[in-house]
Protein backbone atom coordinates (compact mmCIF):
# COMPACT_ATOMS: atom_id res chain seq x y z
CA UNK A 1 0.00 0.00 0.00
CA UNK A 2 0.99 3.42 -0.95
CA UNK A 3 1.44 6.00 1.63
CA UNK A 4 0.59 9.49 0.88
CA UNK A 5 2.08 12.45 2.57
CA UNK A 6 -0.58 15.46 3.42
CA UNK A 7 0.90 18.63 3.95
CA UNK A 8 -0.92 20.68 6.30
CA UNK A 9 -0.38 24.35 6.44
CA UNK A 10 -0.14 25.96 9.65
CA UNK A 11 -1.89 29.39 10.27
CA UNK A 12 0.73 32.38 10.79
CA UNK A 13 0.57 33.20 14.81
CA UNK A 14 -0.19 36.81 14.32
CA UNK A 15 -3.77 35.48 12.57
CA UNK A 16 -3.95 32.98 15.59
CA UNK A 17 -5.59 35.64 17.55
CA UNK A 18 -4.50 37.36 20.74
CA UNK A 19 -4.45 34.53 23.69
CA UNK A 20 -2.05 32.66 20.82
CA UNK A 21 0.14 35.56 20.78
CA UNK A 22 -0.08 36.22 24.59
CA UNK A 23 0.99 32.39 24.81
CA UNK A 24 3.89 32.18 22.79
CA UNK A 25 5.22 36.07 24.23
CA UNK A 26 8.12 35.32 26.73
CA UNK A 27 7.59 36.76 30.36
CA UNK A 28 9.90 39.92 29.54
CA UNK A 29 8.26 40.54 26.19
CA UNK A 30 5.69 42.86 28.17
CA UNK A 31 5.51 46.18 29.39
CA UNK A 32 3.72 44.82 33.12
CA UNK A 33 2.69 41.41 32.72
CA UNK A 34 0.65 39.96 29.98
CA UNK A 35 -2.82 41.09 29.51
CA UNK A 36 -6.03 39.88 30.47
CA UNK A 37 -8.82 40.50 27.80
CA UNK A 38 -11.29 38.35 29.94
CA UNK A 39 -14.02 41.77 29.83
CA UNK A 40 -13.48 41.75 25.80
CA UNK A 41 -14.89 38.06 26.05
CA UNK A 42 -17.65 38.98 27.99
CA UNK A 43 -18.93 41.93 26.05
CA UNK A 44 -17.92 41.67 22.43
CA UNK A 45 -19.75 38.66 21.64
CA UNK A 46 -23.12 40.36 23.74
CA UNK A 47 -22.39 44.32 21.80
CA UNK A 48 -21.61 43.74 18.84
CA UNK A 49 -23.15 44.70 15.65
CA UNK A 50 -21.79 42.68 13.49
CA UNK A 51 -20.83 38.55 13.25
CA UNK A 52 -18.38 37.47 10.78
CA UNK A 53 -17.52 34.02 9.89
CA UNK A 54 -14.36 32.32 11.16
CA UNK A 55 -13.42 32.16 7.29
CA UNK A 56 -14.31 35.64 6.51
CA UNK A 57 -12.19 38.48 5.70
CA UNK A 58 -13.88 40.20 8.21
CA UNK A 59 -12.94 38.01 10.98
CA UNK A 60 -9.33 37.95 10.04
CA UNK A 61 -9.11 41.99 9.79
CA UNK A 62 -10.67 41.63 13.31
CA UNK A 63 -8.49 39.15 14.92
CA UNK A 64 -5.41 40.91 13.16
CA UNK A 65 -5.99 44.23 14.22
CA UNK A 66 -6.75 43.24 17.71
CA UNK A 67 -3.27 41.73 17.70
CA UNK A 68 -1.53 44.72 16.97
CA UNK A 69 -3.51 46.97 19.13
CA UNK A 70 -2.62 44.52 21.72
CA UNK A 71 1.54 44.56 20.84
CA UNK A 72 1.48 48.16 21.03
CA UNK A 73 0.06 48.62 23.79
CA UNK A 74 1.69 45.82 25.79
CA UNK A 75 4.87 44.53 24.20
CA UNK A 76 7.62 47.26 24.43
CA UNK A 77 10.21 45.93 22.00
CA UNK A 78 8.53 46.64 18.09
CA UNK A 79 10.73 43.89 17.28
CA UNK A 80 9.29 41.70 19.10
CA UNK A 81 5.07 42.23 17.67
CA UNK A 82 4.41 39.93 15.04
CA UNK A 83 1.18 41.64 13.50
CA UNK A 84 3.43 44.00 11.22
CA UNK A 85 6.96 44.07 9.71
CA UNK A 86 8.80 46.64 12.37
CA UNK A 87 11.53 47.97 10.36
CA UNK A 88 8.84 49.09 7.60
CA UNK A 89 5.24 50.01 8.96
CA UNK A 90 4.09 53.11 9.38
CA UNK A 91 0.93 54.99 10.68
CA UNK A 92 -0.97 57.85 10.80
CA UNK A 93 -4.41 59.64 11.51
CA UNK A 94 -6.49 61.90 9.50
CA UNK A 95 -3.89 62.87 6.96
CA UNK A 96 -1.29 63.91 9.63
CA UNK A 97 2.21 63.28 10.32
CA UNK A 98 3.60 59.49 9.49
CA UNK A 99 4.71 57.56 12.95
CA UNK A 100 7.22 54.62 12.85
CA UNK A 101 6.91 51.34 15.30
CA UNK A 102 9.63 52.99 17.25
CA UNK A 103 7.41 56.24 17.72
CA UNK A 104 3.97 54.13 18.61
CA UNK A 105 6.06 52.25 21.64
CA UNK A 106 7.21 55.38 23.06
CA UNK A 107 4.43 57.57 23.02
CA UNK A 108 1.64 55.27 22.60
CA UNK A 109 -0.84 53.97 20.69
CA UNK A 110 -3.98 56.68 22.07
CA UNK A 111 -1.75 59.81 22.03
CA UNK A 112 -1.01 58.70 18.23
CA UNK A 113 -4.59 57.80 17.56
CA UNK A 114 -6.13 60.86 19.10
CA UNK A 115 -3.69 63.08 18.17
CA UNK A 116 -4.35 66.92 18.31
CA UNK A 117 -8.00 67.85 19.92
CA UNK A 118 -8.87 71.19 22.35
CA UNK A 119 -10.33 68.92 24.39
CA UNK A 120 -7.05 66.07 25.19
CA UNK A 121 -3.61 67.54 25.44
CA UNK A 122 -1.70 65.39 23.75
CA UNK A 123 1.29 66.95 23.79
CA UNK A 124 1.05 66.91 27.73
CA UNK A 125 0.66 62.96 28.11
CA UNK A 126 2.98 60.21 27.63
CA UNK A 127 2.73 56.38 27.44
CA UNK A 128 1.48 56.08 30.72
CA UNK A 129 -0.43 58.69 31.46
CA UNK A 130 -2.73 58.86 27.95
CA UNK A 131 -3.50 55.05 28.98
CA UNK A 132 -4.84 55.98 33.07
CA UNK A 133 -6.69 58.68 31.06
CA UNK A 134 -8.97 56.41 28.87
CA UNK A 135 -8.70 53.39 30.94
CA UNK A 136 -9.78 55.37 33.90
CA UNK A 137 -13.23 56.83 31.64
CA UNK A 138 -14.05 53.68 30.64
CA UNK A 139 -13.50 50.69 33.58
CA UNK A 140 -15.86 48.67 31.73
CA UNK A 141 -13.59 48.04 28.39
CA UNK A 142 -13.53 50.20 25.40
CA UNK A 143 -14.05 47.37 22.86
CA UNK A 144 -13.90 47.31 18.99
CA UNK A 145 -15.52 45.43 16.32
CA UNK A 146 -15.01 45.45 11.96
CA UNK A 147 -18.20 46.62 10.42
CA UNK A 148 -17.40 45.55 7.18
CA UNK A 149 -14.15 45.20 4.52
CA UNK A 150 -14.36 47.20 1.15
CA UNK A 151 -11.29 45.65 -0.26
CA UNK A 152 -9.19 43.19 0.00
CA UNK A 153 -5.42 42.55 -0.04
CA UNK A 154 -2.22 44.09 -0.88
CA UNK A 155 -4.31 47.01 0.63
CA UNK A 156 -7.07 46.16 2.99
CA UNK A 157 -10.03 49.14 3.51
CA UNK A 158 -12.65 48.53 6.05
CA UNK A 159 -15.01 50.69 8.42
CA UNK A 160 -14.72 49.61 11.98
CA UNK A 161 -16.44 50.92 15.73
CA UNK A 162 -15.40 51.35 19.16
CA UNK A 163 -17.63 51.27 21.66
CA UNK A 164 -17.75 52.23 25.33
CA UNK A 165 -19.50 53.34 28.19
CA UNK A 166 -18.39 56.43 30.12
CA UNK A 167 -18.30 55.07 33.38
CA UNK A 168 -15.04 56.48 35.26
CA UNK A 169 -13.72 60.52 35.73
CA UNK A 170 -11.92 62.04 32.22
CA UNK A 171 -9.41 64.51 33.29
CA UNK A 172 -11.84 66.18 35.99
CA UNK A 173 -15.32 65.67 34.19
CA UNK A 174 -17.53 63.54 35.88
CA UNK A 175 -19.03 59.66 34.22
CA UNK A 176 -22.86 59.78 32.80
CA UNK A 177 -22.72 56.30 32.08
CA UNK A 178 -23.55 57.10 28.73
CA UNK A 179 -22.75 54.81 25.02
CA UNK A 180 -19.80 56.43 23.45
CA UNK A 181 -19.37 54.83 20.24
CA UNK A 182 -17.81 56.05 17.26
CA UNK A 183 -16.68 54.94 13.55
CA UNK A 184 -14.08 55.23 11.30
CA UNK A 185 -12.54 54.14 7.93
CA UNK A 186 -8.73 52.18 7.81
CA UNK A 187 -6.88 51.70 5.18
CA UNK A 188 -4.04 49.09 5.97
CA UNK A 189 -1.26 47.45 3.80
CA UNK A 190 0.02 44.55 4.20
CA UNK A 191 2.45 42.05 2.92
CA UNK A 192 1.87 38.53 1.63
CA UNK A 193 1.59 37.14 4.67
CA UNK A 194 -0.83 39.59 5.70
CA UNK A 195 1.46 41.67 8.72
CA UNK A 196 0.82 45.20 8.61
CA UNK A 197 3.13 47.60 6.73
CA UNK A 198 1.34 50.65 7.05
CA UNK A 199 -2.15 51.92 8.18
CA UNK A 200 -4.16 54.79 7.42
CA UNK A 201 -7.07 55.91 10.51
CA UNK A 202 -10.02 58.05 9.39
CA UNK A 203 -12.27 59.29 11.95
CA UNK A 204 -14.08 62.10 13.96
CA UNK A 205 -12.34 62.05 17.08
CA UNK A 206 -14.83 64.65 18.90
CA UNK A 207 -17.14 61.29 18.75
CA UNK A 208 -14.94 60.40 21.66
CA UNK A 209 -13.81 63.46 23.12
CA UNK A 210 -16.61 66.02 23.43
CA UNK A 211 -19.09 63.31 24.66
CA UNK A 212 -15.74 62.99 27.69
CA UNK A 213 -15.28 66.67 28.07
CA UNK A 214 -19.37 67.25 27.88
CA UNK A 215 -18.33 69.61 25.68
CA UNK A 216 -16.04 71.90 26.95
CA UNK A 217 -12.36 71.78 26.02
CA UNK A 218 -9.94 71.28 28.71
CA UNK A 219 -8.23 74.03 29.80
CA UNK A 220 -4.13 74.42 30.54
CA UNK A 221 -2.81 76.70 32.36
CA UNK A 222 0.48 78.33 30.88
CA UNK A 223 3.18 77.76 33.97
Known amino acids: MTEQATESVETPLHLQGRDAV ?22 IPVERTTQHAPDSL ?27 VAE ?32 YDVEGENFESSHKIFHTAFPGGFFWEVLEVL ?6 TFKWRHWGRYEGEYKGHQPTGELIEMTGITIAKVSEDLRILELEHFYDNNKLLGPLAHGCPVQHSAN
Do not use: C
Not at 22 to 43: F, Q
Not at 73 to 82: L, M, R
Open 22 to 43: IAAAAPEDWREGAPDYHLSKEV
Open 151 to 156: AGPPTV
Open 88 to 119: HYRGRVNGGQWQDAEEFARIGSYNILIGENPF
Open 58 to 84: EHIVEELVKVFEMEVSHKKDPAKWVSL
